[in-house]
Structure formats: structure tokens, C-alpha cells
């Protein structure tokens, strides 16, 4: 009776440690979520407030006399809509041309082991510790040689060329994650090399496609160095750089205005990985009951 006793309240002493450290990573996790919201909170607050709230010694979590006024002085100021055009349509391109370069390059990686591949994986890594600052000078030289500086098309060359490295990476990963023995199967049943590829890879690599252009897509919607130097005109400035222009010659910043602009700059990333997000998720599901 005592072993069984002894026995029971051990269990019991295991399954309290297990709760309590579940406990501990929900705690961890609702303090991460706070870290990362909070931020957010505070410019859409600070976008719906008056200029007399803005000045308050005694500022609130809640706008007392919500206005718009913010929003409409941003869009008076600063040419918001053709900024945000720029940058849709040179994110979008930078997602398309990284996805599309970089898939079939990620599956020859991943199938063929080897010293090209391992050569290829070192230059992913030592690609991400180079700083934006020893590059701008080549890339500016090479983009005035081809004449697309202040051109959109040349800052989106830059952006595929930085974001792939990394889409690389990712991709290589989900291609591994692919058993080869479906596409053995499926060269066992009659299926020609584009026939697997298109049939039985692609699905499954689909959650992988989709979440790396959602990277390439983020990185570039937020990219500010590079489009500062590569685009002169007004005309041709990304949402990032246009946000610049609410601060004054001396630093004093525009407050109201400018954080209802950035929190619109912020609408597109959480609406695309919004809409994303359950195509990854669903994609995930249905490649584990493919696999």
C-alpha cells in the first residue's frame, strides 16, 4: 500500500510540474503578444486623437474625443495614395520574381546534395551579415549603368536580390520536408519528372511558396534605406519614405498625422497575411494527409 501510495503521489507530482510549466509558456506567450501589441495600441490611439489629447501631461489608452482630423491632414500633406501605390506594386513584383526564381533553385538544393549545394547554402548564410551600407554603393553603380536609378523597376531588382537569399533558405527547408519517396511513387507509377513536380510536389510545397513570399512581400512594403537613395522624385518615393516627410527641420515630428499615415501603412501587411494565413494553415493540413 505505501509503494502504491508513494507511486501515486509522484504521478501526481509529475502531471502539477507539467501544468505549471504549461502555465509558465501560456504566461511567456501572453506577455510576448502584449510586447508586440502594444506598440500597435498606442498608434492607433495616438491616430484618433485631437492635437489637444496629443499635448495632454496625462495622456489615455482611449481617445476622449476620437476625431478623423489626423487622416485628413495626412492625405492633405502628403500624396499618401500614389506612395502606397509605389510600394504595392514594387512589393508585389519583389514577391512574384523572389518566389519564382527561387523555387526551382531551392528544389535542385534540396535534392542534390553536394559541394555546389553546400557552396550555395554559405552563400545564403554570409549574404544575411552584409549591412545595407556596404552595398548601396555597387548597387547604385550598377543601377545607374543599366539607368533604372529613381526608377521603381530597379528598386525592385534590389529587393529580389536582397529577399533571395533568405526565400532560398526557406524554400530548401520545406523541399526537405517532402518525402522523396512520393515522387519515387510516383515515377513507379508512370508519372514523367514535370508530371510529379506539378502533381504531387507542388501541393505540397505550396504552405512553403505562400509563406515565403509573405516574407518577401513584408520585407519589401518596409524597406526605407534603399528606397531613400535609389528614388529622387516625389513622384516615384515609397509609403516609408513619404512617412519621413511629416517630421520637421528641426526633428519635431507631426504627431497626429503621421501615426494615422503609418498606421495605415500598416493596414496592407495585416490584411495580406490575414488573407494568407488560412491558405498556409490549409495547405499544411492537406500536405500532411497527402504525405
Keep these: 500500500m505505501k509503494s502504491r501510495t508513494g507511486s501515486t503521489g509522484s504521478v501526481g507530482s ?7 510549466g504549461r502555465a509558465g509558456q501560456y504566461l511567456a506567450l501572453l506577455g510576448y503578444l502584449v510586447f508586440l501589441a502594444f506598440p500597435f495600441l498606442w498608434l492607433v490611439s495616438t491616430a484618433f486623437k ?3 489629447e496629443l499635448g495632454s501631461l496625462h495622456p489615455t489608452w482611449i481617445p476622449r474625443h476620437p476625431t478623423l482630423d489626423n487622416f485628413r491632414q ?11 501605390f509605389n510600394s504595392l506594386v514594387a512589393a508585389v513584383s519583389a514577391a512574384l520574381i523572389a518566389v519564382v526564381v527561387a523555387t526551382p533553385m531551392a528544389y535542385v538544393m534540396a ?23 556596404l552595398l548601396i554603393i555597387p548597387l547604385f553603380l550598377v543601377l545607374k549603368s543599366l539607368h533604372l536609378i529613381n526608377s521603381v523597376a530597379g528598386l525592385v531588382m534590389v ?3 536582397w529577399s533571395l537569399p533568405f526565400a532560398l533558405w526557406m ?10 519517396e512520393l515522387e519515387e511513387a510516383a515515377a513507379v507509377d508512370g508519372a514523367g519528372r514535370l ?3 506539378v502533381s504531387v510536389t507542388a501541393p505540397l510545397l505550396a504552405p512553403g511558396i505562400v509563406a515565403t513570399g509573405l516574407f518577401a512581400f513584408i520585407t519589401a512594403w518596409n524597406e526605407f534605406f534603399f528606397a531613400l537613395v535609389l528614388l529622387k522624385t516625389p513622384e516615384k518615393q515609397t509609403l516609408p519614405v513619404v512617412l519621413t516627410h511629416f517630421l520637421g527641420a528641426e526633428g519635431a515630428a507631426d504627431l497626429g ?14 490584411a495580406v497575411f490575414a488573407v494568407i494565413q488560412r491558405r498556409i494553415t490549409s495547405g499544411m493540413l492537406a500536405g500532411a494527409v497527402k504525405s
Excluded: H, I, M
Excluded at 171 to 180: D, E, H, I, K, S
Design 14 to 20: 509529475v502531471g502539477s510540474a507539467r501544468s505549471w
Design 50 to 52: 485631437p492635437a489637444r
Design 74 to 84: 495626412a492625405f492633405d500633406e502628403q500624396p499618401l495614395l500614389r506612395a502606397g
Design 111 to 133: 535534392r542534390r546534395r553536394g559541394r555546389l549545394a553546400t557552396a550555395a547554402t554559405g552563400w545564403v548564410v554570409v549574404s544575411q551579415a552584409f549591412p545595407f551600407v
Design 159 to 161: 529587393y529580389v536580390v
Design 171 to 180: 524554400l530548401v527547408g520545406y523541399v526537405r520536408a517532402v518525402p522523396l
Design 195 to 197: 508530371r510529379t513536380l
Design 257 to 270: 498625422p503621421l501615426a494615422a499615415a503609418a498606421f495605415l501603412a500598416t493596414l496592407p501587411s495585416l
